[in-house]
């Protein structure tokens, strides 16, 4: 018997539920109740091809296959392939592609994301049109029957939080014989759910809401199209960018409080934005769950609630904006997100900064946005905290 089992997805169950104990039974030798951390480079065989479902660690691993598990379950998918990073897991469904193949992706996507484009893929021969996805017209327009593979969808959008409607684009991809890949990092299963809006595949950056303590890098694609699923299995094996067993462990034991954090997290974040909004040296909020956004009625539809980040406009220069996030003291100034601590940065200095000024000029990144990830923590000591860095 392969332990855990593939088909362990507790469909039945409910998400919170499935957060605890897809892919996770008790471990059939001790009866342990969290799965261990298979910390072993091989497996010994009963004889030549007799293994036990695992033979090296690169392959397989029992505690990355429960990662794996849980995580399809959570997006409603068949499979899942977890990879060392996001970029790791976004550069294997590049790697699906051939030189001349099209993708046609989101305009204002994760800064590496965008390096990972336009320095590594584009050079190789594949060819990509960023737009904005908000705009179905310019997106079909954008797509080319026969050559476009992919439709790269981010949703919300990092920095700038546009929600693209997800089943609009899983329908253009059909229309064009592409396939639509959802980056669901900021959303997380728990708020939002493509596969079930037509999507063909689901990327995350587990690093951010699933691992959920700042203290593990990882990536997955998900998705219930069998070839697929076996070619990126096929790619993970033989390209190696695989998580380690700590690293899954990791992942495992944030996933059993997601729908717990995210609940938090979207209630500072939505109370945050509607502070921000009244605040005389903010020029503009950026928050899907403001009836002020563009597509506050798209993700209305299409999420559960609005998510944990929130951007904003700061009246003034890029200095002025440098200089108030290096005073704040509970949020955090790093790169990254999701973490159940606070953290916030300067996109144009800091996660976009590999991404050209005209380029951020023409998609909307201003010199004094800044962006929140809003943590767990007390939201009266949130407020306080930015008040001090506008009175500095």
Not at 200 to 207: D, G, L, M, P, Q
Request: net charge negative; proline share 5%; glycine share 10%.
């Amino acid at each position: 018997m392969v332990w855990p089992p593939r088909d362990d997805l507790w469909t039945e169950f409910g998400f919170g539920t499935r957060c605890i104990h897809a892919g996770q039974p008790a471990e059939p030798t001790t009866g342990a109740i969290m799965t261990p951390i298979y910390q072993t480079s091989t497996f010994t065989q009963e004889g030549v091809g007799g293994h036990k479902g695992y033979e090296y660690a690169r392959t397989g691993n029992p505690t990355r296959t429960a990662l794996e598990i849980c995580l399809a379950s959570l997006e409603g998918a068949r499979h899942g392939v977890c990879f060392a990073s996001g970029s790791a897991a976004t550069a294997n469904v590049m790697h699906t592609l051939r030189p001349g193949d099209h993708v046609v992706s989101s305009d204002d996507v994760y800064g590496g994301t965008y390096r990972q484009f336009t320095t590594i893929f584009a050079p190789l021969g594949v060819e990509f049109s960023f737009v904005d996805m908000t705009d179905h017209d310019a997106v079909r327009a954008a797509c080319r029957p026969g050559t476009t593979k992919i439709l790269w969808v981010e949703t919300p959008t990092n920095p700038l939080l546009k929600v693209v409607d997800i089943a609009a684009m899983a329908t253009i991809a059909r229309d064009v014989g592409a396939r639509c890949f959802v980056d669901n990092t900021f959303a997380t299963p728990a708020l939002q759910q493509p596969m079930g809006l037509g999507a063909h595949a689901v990327v995350h950056s587990t690093t951010k809401y699933i691992g959920g303590h700042s203290d593990v890098v990882g990536g997955v694609v998900v998705t219930s199209d069998d070839a697929l699923a076996d070619d990126l299995f096929r790619l993970q094996n033989s390209i190696g960018a695989t998580p380690g067993p700590q690293d899954c462990f990791l992942q495992l034991r944030g996933l059993k409080t997601l729908h717990l954090r995210m609940e938090r997290h979207c209630n500072s974040a939505r109370a945050l934005a509607a502070w921000l909004s009244d605040h005389p040296q903010v020029a503009s909020v950026i928050y899907p769950g403001l009836e002020s956004h563009p597509q506050h009625a798209v993700a209305s539809k299409q999420m559960s609630d609005f998510g944990g980040m929130v951007s904003f406009e700061l009246k003034g220069s890029l200095e002025r904006a440098n200089r108030f996030v290096a005073t704040t003291k509970v949020f955090a100034l790093a790169e990254s997100l999701g973490g159940v601590e606070s953290l916030i940065e300067v996109p144009a200095s800091m996660t976009h900064a590999s991404v050209p000024p005209h380029v951020r000029e023409q998609i909307g990144i201003a010199d004094g946005l800044i962006r929140l990830s809003v943590g767990i923590e007390d939201l009266d000591d949130l407020k306080a905290d930015l008040t001090c860095a506008f009175e500095n």
